[in-house]
Nanobody, 115 residues
């Protein structure tokens, strides 16, 4: 059984930083991409950043230059480094893993940016 677990969320002041981690357990084959999504209260879930199996990355315009997605040294781990956080970044952040045949979601981790 594959499980995704996010960690690293919390409360941070504007301008601060957080690093989110997504760890996948279980047998996973043929990963196409891992992405971070977020959903703020009253808003639709949006794609924040993604990284393909080949290492290509993509970001939503609002986080370009502030967020970095990267694979960790541990197997099946992906990080989202978030710098210069803004109140508009407040949301539940979800990890999403896509393989050739299926996809998985984590339960999410809350990020709150507030003074």
């Amino acid at each position: 059984q594959v499980q995704l677990v996010e960690s690293g969320g919390g409360l941070v002041q504007p301008g601060g930083s957080l690093r989110l981690s997504c760890a996948a357990s279980g047998s996973i084959f043929n990963i196409n991409a891992v992405s971070w999504y977020r959903q703020a209260p009253g808003k639709e879930r949006e794609l924040v950043a993604s990284i393909t199996s080949g290492g290509s990355t993509n970001y939503v315009d609002s986080v370009k230059g502030r967020f970095t997605i990267a694979r960790g040294s541990a197997k099946n781990t992906v990080y989202l480094q978030m710098n210069n956080l803004k109140p508009d970044d407040t949301a539940v952040y979800y990890c999403h893993l896509v393989t050739v045949t299926t996809d998985y979601w984590g339960p999410g981790t809350q990020v709150t940016v507030s003074s």
